[in-house]
């Protein structure tokens, strides 16, 4: 099938040779396609997990007659919108199995895919402010560490030197009590993840068809044969949809339903200034959580607004009540200014855990619910679902996080660690 | 005189008050009226700052919001300000700025030297390099860190505070410039009520900063009036110094005000004030932004914008050069032509340089006339001069507009005032969903269709004569009103306002020079963020196709300024090297808030600080305090943690007061508790489906414990309800779901079971909660109260009415402790009354007040859960070893999820004791459980684990330390060991059942 | 930053108001008789969906009554809002996602 | 009854009545803070449908019970009702009155379907006036309180600052003609209430008067 188009290897030496050309001679980052009228797997969305699960199903499983079916541009969904933490200090096995391999994999990424994502493991510090709090992280740090994933309890005077500027001082309306921290965790630029992905899946021959929507499922005796698209049908026996936020939509245009709901997520940016703050600071009591990106923006976000929306903008009421937080903690913010704020639309599971695997249509597949929190599983999720795809049966990293369980009632109730989105 | 640059005479700056401030420790000085950009450019400052990547010297390009470059540091310490936009700070006495980005100052910068590897840093370069080896990336980010980022934070705490202001009006008219006033005027006369919100200090807009006349006069004269009739009516208001930064859903716009009497001090007032408005109406009449000419090194120095150049001469009295070129696409610029040739003999025009042919409107006429040459059909093909513009080179430009004919020919100036023509300011329109179209004509994007009840007018709607701004506003406030409802609307005469004729611009959107684009010069179309047009042509080429690609991929739009000039130009030349054949096509990026920064202090508003959250008191906070104790936040709520005497720590405090409560008698302020009053026919019937035991057979004045379920059968809140009469309870509910459980109740009531006669009424704070608990609590109450106390007058689990210390009372005979207890409940404003009685009649016999962590022990102690510790949501009462709570003969919210596959499992969490083999070892909560003894693993492997300890104290009645854990099978496991690998190594602890004290009950009755 | 029109005390702002999800799910009149599937659908599963969009809300820091809104989630219109019980207006029934 | 020398009101602790003295003779503020304590409030719940209904409250309370959202009825220094929803209300008597009413309540509505709860411990009202009472309420409440839409006799329930607050609009001040509310906020919140007004209305100038009950 359609072999490498281009290898040129990014590296310090390609960029002087580039240089001495003007930058001319820069190959395209993907093509752009038509799509073909088969192919062997589909995926629909072109976001950074539906990105990554064609780079692996290629990579791993040699399965190369690939689309991604992106309705816009590709890494525009939440990929392309969030506050770009990653950790993996989760609670449940379930979940610390498939967040840490996606740790893993995200700290050979850059590499893997010769694409600098710019991977910044500087630390995720969780705050508590009350006894329950406390508590809650207690037991996740324990949980963790049982598990392989570096995590560790924080005082506040720890707290207070690693972060000079946070205020715990013990007369605020909630004072720190104390912090989990994984060191591990930290952040990735968003974009370099799905541009990564979308590269490294192009060069191994899928077809990422960009400004295509998906608008039916084609489907006979129960079992899916082709998606349509405003570019036409294109058949297929296997697809995985990775729409996020759209999910619902899908499903309904396959008959069924899902138990996701749809939720604007806000963040925003301030101004960029100098280094002033090296860790990811998160805080659920308060609502609030900060880091600062390499350019110099902080990035600041907080919880889900408060009802369903797909209008990728939410209320600012929302946003005045994080920033009353994010002061509180850090007032030497005060003066600072918000630059730009944005939404994404957040597919919300019940339990705060993802849905990856089968669906009553066979040969159609899932993976989605992620919320808030889906950025730092990215390459985990596309591995994992890649594995499903490519064998018809989930991989057991991914095995437990089926529709079913809302049926059998094994949920995975990750709300104490899904925090304020993240 | 110092102000090299400031004209004799003219502008609307009081030269009679002058003010000193410094520049990079420089001392200067400006006039009040003056902005910083105004008052540098009179002393004659070119470089203003270093640019983002390439650190360039960089000069003042704009007047207003647009200003790509001055972005400054004013002020130091805690009212530090970074990243201040020279051209929007009012010039104040002492104020200092310094430039961000550059080290030690703009004049020479020691990162300049970056300069010169410029080609080996095009957009996104940082994507493909730095990956080697892989370890090495921690080191390349702190430097890639170190050098990014502009103004540094304040480094103190800030000592100014801000507030918000609610507001409401009929119509909101956002811009105060002509098209503003006359939409606000013609609102304000039919009645409505008004809010003009316009972000300079003063009102008049464009035409502060032009020579136009209204009505035969200054058209400042017209707009004077204008503000006058507008403040003159009732209700209006008129807010300057008011920026909208944001249009949300249903026509909720947000102003940001500056209060304080100069930008960074607030004094007394608060330093910024946030509006929120809700109008019915909305009129953006926000004006329009001009945007540059892309051509080479078009960033020098004394590279500016033609608008902005008529705003320093007109306004502020600043010539910023001696000898000026205009290169322009369109008529307007011939203005400041005219307006510099008007302004003296301190400045003259070098040439004005069209990109058309035989220019031909009124304007070119009258420069012509003038005597100011025009070079036409001429393009700027490269300046002279890096550190400020000297001189440019122009050469004839071909049919096409891509290329360079002719011979160079060089002009001296230096300033080169440059326009490619005008951008509606459609940002506010596009903010709320409002969809833009676009003139392929006149190259910019107009507001289209919306989504809020808004309409544009003036220059953010495309209309550019002065004459038709004024219309236009007068006419979409006239509508606006009437949409709102006031439908009379004056006669109003239109003011006589002279048109002169202007022609057609021509799009040049990237002006060639005499190599490719990139080869000779940079063109930059986002100066803030260093983006040059090669940049976006080189991620078209690498395949970053859309512009929301393009935009991420060169960074382009994403600095401070959000490209209010570049993003334009930028979106052609993307459309130009994708080879589309309507620019238009490619699409704008998103425009979202603000419209500019805003103050992450005035968003939070007064809710910081004292005022962040309340702080939930009872009424009997005030004696806590004053007894020493310490706190627990328990949700809003302050409630007693434990009460430390002299000198002791906690486990000393909390031990000496768990004895107490054993041995004697203790007090706990209860009040917090939810409770809920539930009167009518069919409230039995009500708490039988939301209960999982049965209520129809409980007495009156009976008691009885509850646990409500989720629907999806997991344990969501517990608590005793009592029976008053046959049609009436009040329940009790945890602390911190008081609310949600009242929301919980009507839910179900409104929504699903409209026919049940039930009326819920909150009463939590109705009533204070005193309770008192140990042997004693008998004689103590008996000293308070005349009704029989005896076992069986007043049973466990009862209720009656009595009077305590003179008080109207509820006794409840219920225990959280497994001792005697009285839960004495009295109106509110009696707490403390009732609360020191017994404090001082309970002296005798030992009392002791206890807080939250005596209570948790001692309820621990004999194995009463708490919601949120023992449980999280994954509990049900099996779980817990509740089934006796749980009806098998009714239906109840939550029963039908028991019989789902996952309950069925065998191996199930379930509530167990833990001891551990070392008395004194308290386990943390929170520790994980393993079933042999394993150390903690290694990163990277695994440990299975069959449960967490949910609750663990130190227990002065038992001498020893014991914990409630959940676990896997754990009532099979009774009597075996488990193992809890800790910071200090494994800890191994006995499983037992979960009541430790008292497990017959004998002390409840005393 | 809705502005939504409680049926009883008038047009109000959002941050009054809390929304509790899809409007018209009946609680099953006799759960034993479901499936757990048909159990797990009144439970969890959602319409979502994007478009006109029947909720409830509850005016909890007013009035503190539940009633139904339909709204465009597409866009945050609201077409209209009905008490608790009464049907969806005509020409606004419900649906799956689109 | 409880001897009121027992009884302590929410903001007993902040001594308003020492600071009212102390302010007596404060001229030009813009706000004028006092606590009404201890006022009677019941809550009554029933169905307005039922005609039974209002004439049984009419005769009880001898207050016309108000059926038109956010309005009041009855003299705010007398008995008086503030409409809460559609089935609510909330009926404030003079301190210590509250009892008596209530008993006559629910004897009146005892064939009714309906609730009758005394609920003053429950909170305290605020009496907020002077010149700028506008302007400080609307810093931290979403209701619009222009006089076009909110006049004297009008209530809601909404929100001041983070707390719940039941607004009502009293009377227009006698002097200023500026309007004057009755802001009732729980017991627990009262302290951040009122430490919220006077913040809000430092720029303004505040005046602690004594309360008239
Ligand atoms: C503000 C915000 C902050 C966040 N912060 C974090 C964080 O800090 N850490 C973290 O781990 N996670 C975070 N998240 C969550 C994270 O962004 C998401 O879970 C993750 O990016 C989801 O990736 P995805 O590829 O599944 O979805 P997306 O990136 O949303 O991709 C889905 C794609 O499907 C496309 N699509 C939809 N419908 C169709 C159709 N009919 N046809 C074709 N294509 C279609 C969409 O256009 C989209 O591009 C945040 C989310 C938001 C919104
Ligand atoms: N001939 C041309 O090419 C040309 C082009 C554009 C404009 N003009 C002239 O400019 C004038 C346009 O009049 P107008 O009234 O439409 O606009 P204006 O530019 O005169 O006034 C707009 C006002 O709105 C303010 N503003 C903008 N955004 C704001 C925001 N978000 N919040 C608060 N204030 C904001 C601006 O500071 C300004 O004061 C006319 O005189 C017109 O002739 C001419
Ligand atoms: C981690 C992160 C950092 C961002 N930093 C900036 C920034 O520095 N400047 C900027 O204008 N936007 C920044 N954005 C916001 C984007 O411009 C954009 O708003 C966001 O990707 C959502 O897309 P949309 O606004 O086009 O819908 C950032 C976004 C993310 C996710
Ligand atoms: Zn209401």
Not at chain 1, 48 to 65: D, P, Q, R, S, V
Request: a neutral charge; hydrophobic letters at 40%.
């Amino acid at each position: 099938m359609a072999s490498a188009p281009r290898m040129s290897k990014y590296s310090i030496f390609s960029l002087v040779r580039n240089a001495l050309a003007y930058h001319e001679g820069w190959e395209q980052v993907w093509r752009s396609p038509e799509p073909k009228p088969e192919y062997d797997v589909i995926i629909v969305g072109g976001g950074g997990h539906g990105l990554a699960t064609a780079f692996y199903l290629a990579k791993e499983h040699g399965i190369t007659n690939v689309a991604v079916i992106e309705k816009g541009w590709l890494g525009g969904g939440n990929t392309g919108r969030n506050t770009t933490i990653i950790r993996s200090n989760y609670l449940w096995d379930e979940s610390a199995g498939i967040y840490e391999k996606s740790l893993q994999l995200y700290e050979g990424l850059s590499q893997e895919l010769n694409f600098n994502i710019m991977l910044s493991q500087r630390g995720v510090l969780n705050l508590a402010h009350n006894l329950h709090d406390m508590r809650e992280l207690e037991r996740r740090v324990n949980a963790n560490r049982l598990n392989g994933i570096d995590s560790e309890i924080l005082s506040t005077a720890e707290i207070q030197d690693f972060i000079p500027i946070i205020n715990t001082s013990p007369k605020s309306r909630y004072p720190i009590l104390g912090g989990s921290l994984q060191r591990r965790g930290g952040t990735a630029r968003h974009d370099a993840i799905a541009w990564g992905f979308a590269r490294g899946a192009d060069q191994r021959g899928v077809d990422i068809i960009q400004q295509c929507e998906v608008t039916g499922i084609r489907q006979s005796r129960g079992k899916v044969t082709g998606v349509e698209t405003t570019k036409g049908l294109i058949k297929a026996k296997t697809v995985g949809v990775v729409v996020a936020g759209h999910s619902s939509v899908l499903a309904g245009m396959a008959g069924f339903r899902l138990t996701v709901n749809s939720y604007p997520l806000q963040a925003l940016v301030s101004e960029p200034i100098k280094p002033v703050l090296d860790t990811v600071v998160m805080s659920n009591a308060v609502h609030v959580y900060v880091s600062q990106s390499d350019k110099g923006e902080l990035v600041i976000g907080a919880g889900i607004d408060g009802c369903h929306g797909y209008t990728q903008r939410g209320s600012l009421h929302v946003i005045e009540g994080q920033l009353g937080a994010l002061c509180e903690l850090f007032p030497i913010f005060s003066r600072l200014r918000m630059m730009r704020q944005w939404g994404g639309i957040v597919d919300t599971c019940p339990d705060a855990s993802p849905i990856i695997g089968k669906t009553p249509v066979g040969g159609l597949y899932f993976n989605c619910g992620w919320g808030t929190g889906g950025f730092k599983a990215t390459p985990g999720s596309g591995w994992a679902f890649a594995h499903t795809l490519a064998n018809g049966e989930p991989h057991p990293l991914n095995a437990p996080f089926t529709l079913d369980r809302f049926t059998t009632g094994k949920l995975i109730d990750e709300h104490g660690a899904a925090a304020v989105a993240h | 005189m110092s102000q090299v640059n400031r004209l004799p005479d003219g502008g609307r700056i009081d030269r009679d008050q002058s003010l000193a401030f410094t520049f990079n420790g420089r001392r200067l000085t400006g006039y009040a009226g003056d902005t910083v950009a105004s008052a540098l450019l009179a002393n004659g400052v070119r470089i203003v700052g270093r640019s983002f990547k390439y650190h360039r010297p960089r000069g003042i390009v704009g007047a207003g919001p647009e200003e790509p470059n001055a972005l400054l540091q004013l002020e130091t310490g805690g009212r530090a300000l970074p990243n201040q936009q020279a051209t929007r700070v009012e010039l104040y006495d002492g104020l200092s700025a310094d430039s961000v980005n550059c080290w030690p100052g703009p004049d020479f910068d020691l990162m300049s030297g970056i300069g010169l590897f410029h080609r080996l840093t095009p957009a996104g370069f940082y994507y493909k390099t730095f990956m080697w080896p892989a370890s090495f990336w921690k080191y390349y980010e702190h430097v890639i860190r170190r050098a990014a980022g502009l103004g540094r934070a304040p480094t103190a705490p800030d000592p100014d505070h801000y507030d918000k202001m609610n507001a409401h009006c009929d119509v909101l008219v956002v811009g105060g410039g002509p098209a503003g006033l006359a939409a606000a005027a013609a609102a304000a006369a039919s009645g409505a009520r008004v809010i003009l919100a316009d972000d300079q200090p003063e009102l008049g807009g464009r035409l502060l900063s032009e020579r136009a006349e209204i009505d035969g006069g200054p058209a400042m004269d017209w707009a004077a009036a204008a503000e006058a009739a507008i403040a003159g009516t009732e209700d209006a208001i008129v807010l300057k110094r008011t920026t909208a930064f944001g249009y949300y859903d249903h026509n909720f716009v947000g102003l940001i005000e500056q209060r304080g009497a100069i930008l960074p001090d607030g004094g007394d007032r608060s330093r910024q004030r946030i509006w929120r408005v809700r109008a019915k109406q909305v009129v953006l009449a926000t004006g329009a932004i001009e945007r540059p000419l892309i051509f080479a090194d078009n960033d020098r120095p004394g590279v500016m914008l033609a608008g902005a150049v008529r705003s320093y001469v007109n306004r502020y009295g600043v010539a910023p050069g001696k000898r000026v070129a205009v290169f322009t696409n369109n008529d307007d610029a011939y203005r400041t032509a005219l307006d510099l040739a008007d302004a003296g003999v301190a400045v003259a025009v070098a040439a004005v340089v069209d990109v058309r042919h035989d220019p031909s409107g009124d304007l070119v006429t009258q420069a012509m006339a003038r005597g100011i040459e025009i070079v036409d059909g001429a393009a700027v093909t490269g300046v002279q001069g890096s550190r400020g513009v000297r001189g440019i080179e122009v050469m004839g430009l071909n049919e096409a507009g891509d290329g360079v004919t002719g011979a160079a020919r060089d002009i001296e100036c230096d300033v080169i005032c440059s326009s490619g023509g005008w951008n509606p300011a459609i940002h506010l329109h596009s903010h709320a969903g409002g969809k833009a179209t676009f003139d392929a004509e006149r190259g910019i994007f107009l507001p289209g269709e919306t989504l809020q009840a808004a309409t544009s007018a003036g220059a953010a709607a495309g209309t550019f004569d002065l004459a038709g701004c004024v219309d236009g506003g007068a006419e979409a406030g006239k509508a606006a009103a009437a949409q709102a409802g006031y439908k009379k609307s004056p006669r109003r005469k239109n003011p006589k306002i002279a048109t002169e004729d202007e022609a057609p611009l021509r799009l040049i959107w990237t002006v060639p020079t005499t190599a490719p684009t990139g080869r000779r010069g940079k063109h930059f179309l986002d100066q803030a963020h260093d983006v040059t047009a090669a940049d976006v042509q080189l991620a078209a080429r690498e395949g970053y196709r859309s512009i929301e690609h393009a935009k991420r991929y060169t960074t382009l739009g994403m600095a401070p300024d959000q490209g209010k000039t570049g993003n334009i130009p930028g979106m052609a030349v993307l459309g130009q090297a994708l080879g589309v054949d309507n620019v238009g096509d490619v699409g704008t990026t998103t425009f979202r808030p603000p419209f500019t920064p805003v103050t992450l202090g005035a968003l939070a508003g007064r809710d910081v600080g004292p005022l962040m959250d309340p702080v939930r008191m009872t009424p009997i906070h005030h004696w806590h305090e004053l007894a020493g104790c310490t706190w627990e936040d328990v949700g809003q709520w302050k409630r007693p943690w434990y009460y430390p005497k002299d000198g002791e720590d906690m486990h000393t405090a909390v031990s000496r007061e768990c004895k107490a409560v054993r041995d004697a008698v203790g007090i706990l302020d209860a009040s917090t508790l939810g409770k809920i009053d539930i009167q009518g026919p069919d409230a039995a019937e009500f708490l039988n489906r939301v209960y999982t035991n049965a209520w129809t057979k409980l007495g009156n004045g009976r008691c009885r414990y509850g646990l409500m379920l989720g629907e999806d059968g997991m344990i969501m809140d517990d608590g005793v309800t009592t029976r008053l009469a046959d049609d009436h309870f009040v329940m009790t509910t945890t602390t911190g779901n008081a609310a949600s459980v009242l929301e919980w109740l009507e839910e179900w009531l409104q929504t699903e079971w409209p026919e049940l006669k039930v009326f819920c009424t909150s009463v939590t704070e109705q009533w204070a909660n005193a309770t008192i608990c140990g042997p004693r609590a008998r004689d103590l109450l008996a000293e308070c109260t005349d009704i029989a106390l005896d076992a069986e007058s007043f049973p466990f689990m009862s209720m009656q009415d009595a009077t305590v210390a003179g008080i109207p009372a509820r006794i409840f005979r219920i225990s959280f402790t497994g001792e005697l207890s009285y839960e004495i409940n009295v109106p509110a404003s009696c707490g403390l009354s009732l609360w020191t009685a017994l404090i001082n009649a309970g002296d005798k016999y030992g009392i002791t007040p206890y807080g939250t962590e005596t209570m948790h022990v001692l309820r621990a102690e004999k194995g009463y859960i708490i919601v949120g510790q023992e449980t999280d949501g994954t509990t049900t009462p099996q779980d817990l070893g509740m089934d006796w709570i749980v009806s098998a003969k009714k239906d109840f919210i939550g029963r039908r999820s028991f019989a789902r596959e996952d309950n069925q499992r065998d191996d199930r969490k379930q509530l167990v004791g833990l001891l551990t083999d070392d008395p004194s070892t308290v386990l943390p909560e929170g520790a994980q459980i393993t079933e042999t003894r394993l150390e903690r693993p290694p990163p990277g492997s695994t440990v299975p684990m069959i449960g967490h300890v949910t609750s663990s104290y130190h227990s002065p009645n038992l001498g020893r330390s014991f914990a409630l854990a959940l676990v896997k099978r754990g009532r099979e496991r009774i009597g075996e060991n488990v193992y809890l690998p800790l910071d200090g190594g494994v800890a191994r602890a006995e499983v037992t059942g979960p009541v430790f004290v008292d497990p017959e009950g004998s002390r409840i009755d005393g | 930053m809705l502005l939504i029109p409680c049926p009883f005390c008038g047009e109000r702002e959002e941050s009054e108001f809390h929304q509790g999800g899809e409007a018209h799910i009946e609680r099953p009149k006799n759960p034993d008789k479901l499936s757990d599937a048909e159990w797990a659908d009144y439970l969890f599963l959602r319409d979502n969906k994007k478009g006109l969009y029947l909720e409830r809300w509850v005016h909890r820091h007013g009035c503190r009554r539940w009633f139904n809104v339909a709204r465009d989630t597409a866009t945050n219109e609201i077409k209209t809002v009905y008490k608790m019980g009464a049907k969806p207006p005509r020409g606004l029934t419900k649906g799956r996602a689109k | 009854m409880v001897d009121p020398y027992l009884r302590q009101s929410p903001l007993a602790h902040l001594h308003l009545d020492a600071r009212a003295a102390n302010d007596a003779d404060l001229v030009g503020a813009g706000l004028r803070l006092s606590e009404r304590a201890h006022l009677g409030m019941i809550n009554v719940r029933g169905v307005a449908a039922d005609p039974a209904f209002a004439p049984a409250f009419k005769k009880a309370t001898g207050v016309e019970l108000p059926t038109a959202a956010n309005t009041t009825a009855g003299k705010a220094d007398g008995v008086h009702a503030i409409w809460l929803g559609p089935d609510e209300w909330l009926v404030i008597t003079p301190p210590g009155r509250e009892h008596a009413l209530a008993d006559k309540l629910r004897a009146a509505t005892k064939a009714l379907h309906a609730a009758v709860t005394v609920t003053g411990e429950a909170r305290t009202v605020i009496r907020v006036a002077g010149a700028n009472a506008r302007d400080a309420i609307a810093k931290g409440c979403p209701l619009d309180l222009h006089p076009r839409v909110f006049g004297p006799g009008q209530c809601g329930q909404t929100i001041l600052g983070r707390a719940d607050m039941l607004i009502h609009q009293t009377a227009l001040d006698r002097k200023s003609g500026a309007p004057s509310y009755d802001v009732f906020v729980l017991r627990s919140f009262a302290e951040y209430a009122w430490t919220w007004l006077e913040d809000a209305g430092r720029e303004y100038g505040v005046q602690v008067v004594a309360a008239k009950g």
